[in-house]
């Protein structure tokens, strides 16, 4: 064990500041990040990877961009925060609204976790309803509300519920199976449901895609029953497509929730919608909310780069479908040569190899998979140069800078020869 890590064990519980990062999943402990540039991490004992996390899937261009790099080192130099009004905080509300044609007004946040809470407080606080349905295998934060059947990090961990989540707080939240309308019906049937959230792209159970009319029928009894639609786009807002999800799949969401690549790899994130929703958070409206750091200089600058690179740039999102497309193909391909059973499920530029099921609907399937052949397959990847994340229940991530013709040979390449090793 690297000295690092015996230092950050007795100071951070589990050595870490999130969970999945310290390789409880897949054994061993994690190198200690030097620095990042383009489609590689460099560690400090001086070893280069091809990076697949990409910060959780905040990254699109690469590590550093430039123009993100520049735009927050300008930002720094006039203070870091105010806590009053700026600029940069209405472009940056303009340039989102533009790209995202559901959002008419947002608010910024500094976590994901802080945008579903918030969105869930306006959903309760407009319908007079307190009950949420949520997915299992669906993650949506840490919030009280939503650490009940959550996916990737209490999966990985085996511990479906945490301690300290009230009882009457988790007896709010109603569990329906992703792409089975009829569990939805039943758990909205009651008429007591403020909300439905869902993460258009189920990403935190690995991936899975929304079956054919799935979140069109979800839109529709939503409607039906008087409870709002709240699309959690952390992960697929501005990644699956330009508009996220709810542009790839033509659905408008009543609420959106956005973090990760809205912030441009910085701690910001967001939720958003139409006008006369938005109107009733404080101070217009009386559901309560703030933030000392919401829209603060450096996340709104970071951002706004992205958003305006993303949005001058139409090939983007082929380049990564395309870059996307290879990789799946030559995973699947790799998968069969070997003799492994398992399904490689991707939308746009998240991906995902399934060790075991044939096909991956919902968290029923998910739950099956082979964690000792992904370990296998992680650590495989890991001594080829390739650092995929740490866990079998979550999505690979594709930048920009990966649909470079000899980095994504060298990549494809190692996973190839890493899928070997989980046999
Ligand atoms: C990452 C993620 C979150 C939580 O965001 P944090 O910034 O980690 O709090 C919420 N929802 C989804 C879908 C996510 O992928």
């Known amino acids: 064990m690297s000295t690092s890590w015996n230092r950050a064990i007795e ?26 540039s383009g489609p590689y991490l460099k560690t400090e004992d001086g070893a280069e990877f091809i990076d697949f996390i990409a910060s959780w899937g905040a990254i699109i261009f690469g590590h550093a961009d430039p123009e993100v790099v520049e735009a927050i080192a300008r930002a720094a130099t006039k203070g870091t925060s105010y806590g009053l009004p700026t600029v940069g ?14 959002i008419e007004m947002l608010r910024m946040v500094n976590s994901g976790t802080e945008a579903t809470a918030s969105a869930l407080r306006l959903a309760r606080g407009s319908t007079g309803r307190d009950v949420v349905v949520k997915f299992e295998g669906c993650y949506h934060g840490h919030a009280d509300a939503f650490l009940v059947k959550a996916g990737s990090g209490a999966a990985t961990f085996g511990v479906p519920d945490s301690p300290g989540v009230p009882n009457g707080t988790a007896s709010t939240t109603r569990i329906a199976r992703f792409n089975d309308i009829a569990s939805v019906a039943t758990a909205i049937e ?58 790839r799949y ?36 009386p559901v309560y909310q703030a933030g000392t750091l919401a829209g603060n200089p450096i996340v709104v600058s970071a951002g706004l780069a992205t958003l305006r690179r993303i949005a ?18 030559r995973l699947a391909a790799a998968m069969h ?13 998240m991906l995902t190899v399934f060790f075991g099921p044939s096909s991956v609907r919902s968290w029923d399937d998910a739950a099956t998979l082979d964690r000792d052949q992904f370990a296998r397959f992680f650590h495989g990847a890991l001594r080829r140069g390739v650092m995929l994340p740490p866990s079998p229940f979550e999505a690979m991530f594709l ?25």
């Open 250 to 285: 033509d659905i408008a969401p009543d609420l959106t929730t956005l973090g990760k690549v809205v912030a441009g790899g910085t701690p910001g994130a967001l939720f958003g919608g139409g006008r006369d929703l938005m109107s009733q958070m404080a101070p217009s409206g």
């Open 190 to 247: 009651p008429g007591d449901v403020a909300a439905v959230i869902v993460e258009p792209v189920a990403g935190n159970m690995g991936v899975v895609p929304p079956e054919p009319g799935f979140l069109e029928d979800l839109r529709r009894l939503t409607e039906l029953h008087g409870a709002l639609l709240i699309f959690d786009e952390v992960m697929t807002g501005f990644r699956v497509g330009p508009q996220g999800a709810q542009g």
């Open 11 to 36: 100071v951070m519980p589990g050595g870490v500041n999130s969970p999945v990062r310290a390789f409880t999943a897949v054994g061993g402990t994690p190198p200690f990040i030097a620095s990042a």
């Open 312 to 329: 001058s740039d139409p090939g983007l999102y082929g380049r990564l479908e395309a870059a996307g497309s290879e990789l799946e193909t």
């Open 399 to 423: 930048m920009d800078s990966h649909t470079d013709a000899d980095v994504l040979e060298a990549a494809a390449s190692a996973l190839e020869s890493a899928i070997g090793d989980a046999k």
């Open 89 to 102: 905080e209405v472009k940056f509300a303009e340039q989102v609204t533009r790209m995202v044609p559901s």
């Open 337 to 349: 040569r070997h003799g492994i059973d398992g399904a490689v499920q991707r939308v746009g530029a």
